[in-house]
Structure formats: C-alpha cells, structure tokens
C-alpha cells in the first residue's frame, strides 16, 4: 500500500489534480457526440460513417492492451504529460482533414493519443485512493470522466451557428489540454514525491504471469464483461441520440446530454457519502432494471417533457452503475493490480464505443430506423444484468 493509500483524506491536492485532467482528457472526446452527424455533411458516405466513428475507440481498444504490461507508476507522469501535447496537434488535425483516408489516419492516432493519456493518468490516481473510500474515490473519478458529456454537447450545439462547421469545435477543445498541461506541470513536484514514498513492488512493472493470473480470477472476467455491456449501451446513447431526435422530431440532443450528465453528477456526488455503506452487487440489479427501461421506452417519448424525464433516469442509472463496478473491480483485485483492472475497465468503455458503432451503423445502412438501436442498446444491459446475477449466485456460494 502507498503511504498516500494510508492517508484517511481522499481529496488530496494530487488526486483533486488528476481528476481535473482526466477532466480535459474526457472533454476532447465527448465533443465527438455529433460526429457522425458531421460526417453526413462533409459528404462521406453512409458506409464509411459508422467505421470511422469507431475508429478511434477502436485504436484505443487494440493499443490498451499492447501498453498495459508496460505502464508503470515510475513513467506514468511523462506519458500523461506527452500524451496531453500530442492530443492539441490531433485535435487541431480535424480542421484539415476531410478525405476518408485521412479520418482513418486521423482518428486511429487520437485513439491511440487518448489511450495513452487516460492509462498513464489512472495509473497514478489510483494509488492516491484509499481502499476504505474506493466507491467514493471512483465516484468523483467517474463525475470528473463526467463532466464534460454535461457540458460540452450543449456548449457545442450553442456555437455551432457561429462557426463554419463542427471541426471548428473539434479543434478548439484543444483549451482543455493546455489546461491539462497546466496541471500537470503544477502537480509535478507532489506527484515525483508521493512516488517517492511508494512500496517498491508497486513501482515495479506486472509480469505476464501476474497478468495472467489475474485474468484467472472469475469475478474480475464477469464484471469486466458487464462492464462492456453497459459501455455499448452508452456508446449507443451517445452517438446516435442526435440522429434518433432528427427521426422522432422530439427533443435536442444537447438538452439530453445536459439532463442526463446533471443527473449522472448528482447521484455520484450523492453517492460518494453512501456508496460505501451498500452491498454494490444487490444496489446494481434495480439500477440496471430501470436502465432497460429508460433505454426501451426513449424511442416512443411522444412529448419533450417526456423525452428528457428519460434523460434524467438514465443519468441517474449511470451515475449510480460505472462508478459501483469500479469500485467493485479495485476490491476484487490484489493492490498491485487495481492499476491494470481500472484500466481495464476503460479497456471495455474503448471497446463497447468502437463495436456499437459498426453494429449501429451496420443496422443502420441495412434499413433500420435508429429506434432500432436504442432497443439494442436495451438488451446490453440485460446481459449485464445477467451477469451480475452470477457474481451474486458465485458470492453466496462462497459464503455458504
């Protein structure tokens, strides 16, 4: 355990930092809401639309797993602060490239910039969490990653009128990486000395064995795939909710974005009090139940009124359900690999935002309407719910 671990405060200067970073890592991603929308008016065709929306999770998704056996606590901090320099350039890579084959060059290198940002970042965050406090410390972790959903799809929408298209914005969240390297630059001296105090085991990179051992342990599998469930069903929110307001005519995309996200902040703000009090895997079948709902019943909200009392549940099932699987993830796994599993878990949001687009805009180009989707996206969180009813058969075994 770190000396920082043994701290009783969780809301250090160090991790307070951090979580601000993954702030402006987050914010360059979640402008990408309508970025399939976008592609429809820079005339790329409909079938190139959906890969090249995936592209970059899917960038993310391939090279996660090549980088994880070699980050460590020691490099995490000159990857975070490399990763954040890199990311001003691809974002402002947007403004110049139109062609599909430059979006596929583009894009697999702002998977691989944010992969390595966001990896190298919780690499380090993790070790300023107090076990005691982990559903508390992956809630304010989980509203940092947050935050910028709730604000900049309606920013967004707002200045779109006053520039010539999205890829204006695109570049323009650059802001939030210089603020990040900002951060990083103030927090170094904190973080190079709390480093410092660290067990050498935990400086140490994992072996394969460890890896693999740890892919052996039966829970950390089955949540990890409830996980990737729940993330497809998310991605499906995300990238398609402006198309499905464009079909039914009812709502604005930004509005939802901002209802959901204010929801989603609220509870895990809640939640950081009382988390920690709850048995995680009986709190998650009802959250996860009236998450199928909200999902199910979206298409068919005949009003706004109705259409954004959907948004505020399904933020609220969200805000409760990610941050609970974290913390459910960190105590399943041995000290030395909460590290490698958090990220993990980021492993399966990459990967369910790069498989629900190629299913969605498969779906799509085959005729469906995107109400469709949102169906689908239902049934994800039924597996889920599926698998956290065997982590809870597997639980009461072992205590019996």
């Given at each position: ?161 006053f520039v010539r298209n999205a ?104 939640g950081s009090f009382v988390f ?28 706004p009124l109705a259409f954004y ?92």
């Amino acid at each position: 355990m770190t000396d920082a671990a043994e701290k009783k405060s969780l809301f250090t200067f160090e991790f307070l930092a951090l979580c601000l970073v993954i702030v402006t890592a987050f914010a360059n991603v979640s402008v990408f809401y309508s970025f399939y929308y976008y592609l429809g008016a820079i005339d790329i065709p409909v079938v190139w639309r959906g890969f090249l929306v995936g592209l970059e999770p899917m960038a993310a998704f391939g090279l996660r797993l090549l980088i994880l056996p070699w980050l460590h606590v020691r490099n995490s901090y000159a990857i975070s602060l490399f990763s954040l320099i890199l990311l001003i350039a691809v974002s402002c890579g947007y403004l110049c490239v139109t062609s599909v084959s430059g979006l596929i060059v583009l894009r697999i290198a702002h998977g691989a910039v944010f992969v390595l940002l966001t990896s190298a970042v919780i690499s380090l965050l993790v070790n300023f969490i107090p076990p005691q406090q982990s559903g508390r410390g992956f809630s304010a972790l989980a509203v940092a990653a947050m935050i910028p959903y709730a604000v900049v799809p309606p920013l967004t929408e707002t200045i779109l009128p006053f520039v010539r298209n999205a890829a204006d914005i695109y570049a323009g969240v650059s802001i939030f990486s210089l603020a990040g390297i900002v951060l990083m630059l103030v927090v170094r001296r904190r973080i190079h000395s709390a480093i410092g105090r660290m067990d050498k085991t935990l400086m140490q990179r994992l072996s394969l064995v460890e890896i693999r051992d740890n892919f052996r342990q039966k829970p950390v599998v089955l949540l990890l795939a409830a996980i990737l469930f729940v993330y497809m069903a998310h991605a499906t929110v995300f990238y398609f909710i402006k198309n499905l307001t464009c079909q039914t005519g009812v709502g604005n995309a930004g509005i939802y974005f901002s209802v959901a996200m204010a929801a989603m902040i609220a509870v895990r703000l809640f939640g950081s009090f009382v988390f920690d009090r709850f048995d995680k895997l009986k709190l998650l079948p009802p959250v996860l139940a009236a998450l199928v709902i909200s999902l199910a019943i979206l298409p068919h909200a005949a009003t706004p009124l109705a259409f954004y009392a959907m948004a505020a549940v399904y933020g609220a099932c969200i805000g409760v359900s990610l941050p609970v699987f974290n913390a459910l993830i960190f105590s399943a796994s041995a000290p030395g690999l909460r590290g490698l599993n958090t990220n993990m878990t980021l492993f399966a949001m990459d990967a369910g935002y790069f498989l629900t687009p190629y299913l969605g805009g498969a779906l799509i180009a085959g005729g469906a309407g995107f109400n469709i989707l949102f169906y689908a996206a239902a049934g994800f969180v039924l597996f889920c719910l599926a698998l956290i009813k065997i982590c809870q058969r597997r639980e009461e075994n072992d205590e019996n």
